[in-house]
DNA sequence: GATGAATGAGACTTCATTCAT
DNA sequence: CATGAATGAAGTCTCATTCAT
């Protein structure tokens, strides 16, 4: 019974959040207003702090479920069988369809905001260790399986990598209309270069 | 006489605009307010809005500058008689020390402002066709002088420039302690690799 | 429930119109304060919003209400059993005595802000022809009746006596010692000879 | 010498004036900015205030100027060789034309801002009563001369007369698309029955 | 759990007016 | 005579948050 009321307390509050997320999305951190967010999610303003004890603190569960999201694509990555530079085109493939799909969201917010909200960078920051610490390794095996040049720092690989998922984002504000399959392309043709084994 | 007027107008004018450029860096576009600007610029509410007519031009005023600003480097950039990727190497350099003197700055809040606001959108993606159009131009004849491959496509490679600046960005927040030292080698032997002829 | 709830909210509604006219007549339509409204209705600014959009709906909907009040002053007078010029008369009577007891209200601003802002003149035409048509009708019947001159065009006859309404607005204010019987004689006077049958 | 300067500084001020009188009549009294008004007469604001003290004494000028044409053209129609009668229908053609031709103008203004302010009150109730004056005046001696109805009261007759004046204004405002032709003949039977010598 | 009334500080902006040149 | 820089109070309205029901 206890249990069931958790559960739906919990379900009730991830949709707020999916709301704030739609709010915020649409007018950033700052412009997005609690009333915006009580509207779209229906829900009444008193009774959103009974979920939620201040904006700040949607902002930062909003901020970790993003990244979440994105640690877990790439976790889903590092663990996939084919070779690393074919995981990694299709990782490009994936990224480009997520924007498609759900506009630019809220990453470049979380960005914005993390460089000056010490709560928002801390949760930014750790997220940024976890995925980076999954993708050295993920490099370091691949260096030891041969798939990529062992003469690459693993960790200087994995931010690289990381910051050009930021990159796609900041890409689709400035070329809307880019051809993303030529990008594709390059953007492969970079990557392939860059991992293989130098001979 | 008039020109001496217009000429202070137009200081004071920069003035204002840097006094709100630094606000906007520590709070965002729109968690900073225009009371702190006037501190900041030491200047009453009501002055201001002679030199601006709202704070959204002061926005896109900001925006255009800091664009401008960047635009400017990557045409001294395109300019160098050195070879292609050296001066990429160099450029690298250059950025990552404008980043330590000037701290994360209001580029991530630009991106993340043109992707709601049209304004600043249409400014910021003004401002990156500038530059793609430089930036390939100049892959264009490294590829005619042979320093870079041929085969690669300049549009996109140019694309692909632009977002290694806005990874930069989004690097130092997400890691504010990279050592910046080993992620330029790394970064060098992505570029070289990328940009080299191959045989 | 839900009634009890909307009842109350249309009653603090109403009390805030109220507080509101108060301050109108006092300053003006631009020259009273949302600040001085607040006071006046004892709420806080940001209660005030959830009662009214804007100042300007405010405005709109006391220029509505306080011509609904005239226009149900001018029904019950079309409805009187009395003969016409008898009726006008007595209407007269009634008008003065508004006067005094209310001062010289709002009428005024709604004519002056009526010849500016569309909102405000639409409401004063609409009520002013529904009063118009109901005065014409009335004169029509007492035209067929018998009391009034058959002669007379009925329409604008309507169109004078709401002018005299105005007129009488504007007449205390041009003197306000001005000899309210005397000048209730005269103006009867005026008012016989017009309508009454020729011969 | 000093007489020219004076003559030209009065007629940059009556210039200044006639731009400010179009702003009031465009946003009122306490819409209208100084700012606008500025622009409106081509002025720079430390320059107005050699004119002008403050914005109220524009009002009050504004209102005096208003008042004083008003009172020239009754004092015009008060002195017409014409029987009583026919001049007051030339009177109502007259106030008919300059209604169409320049709009409603200022005196719906004066006459809600009278109602609060004694200064303005009191410049309008100083020229009220000198037209009442003239009215009466004119009045008497009609009705020695037997154009009209010896029993009438010339001093509320007069002051009927002038408050349709006022009403005219608000009839225009009204019912701007009322037919001022057949308005007009009836007004005339009004006034026409009303002054006549009764039999 | 759920509502929406209520607050008051603070948001952006405009105001009438003064001052230095 | 003339400008426009400069002020700071006050304008309307929105904000995040709390409280009574």
Redesign the pocket.
Known sequence: MRTI?AA??DE?RAQILAAAERCFARRGF?????????KEA?????????????????ITAIAESGLVYTQARVKQFTESKTDAVSATVSELENLRDAQRRAGPGVLLDILAEAARDPQVGGILQDASKGMRLLLATFFEEAQKGGDIDPDLDPQMSAAIFISLIDAGKALTVRYPDLDMDRFGKTMETMLRRFLSRQN
Chains 1, 2, 3, 4 share one sequence.
Do not use: D, T, V
């Open positions: 009321h739906k307390h009730r700052h412009g997005a207003s609690i009333a915006q967010i009580c229906k829900i009444s303003p008193g009774h959103l702090y009974h979920y939620f004890g201040s904006k700040e603190e949607m």
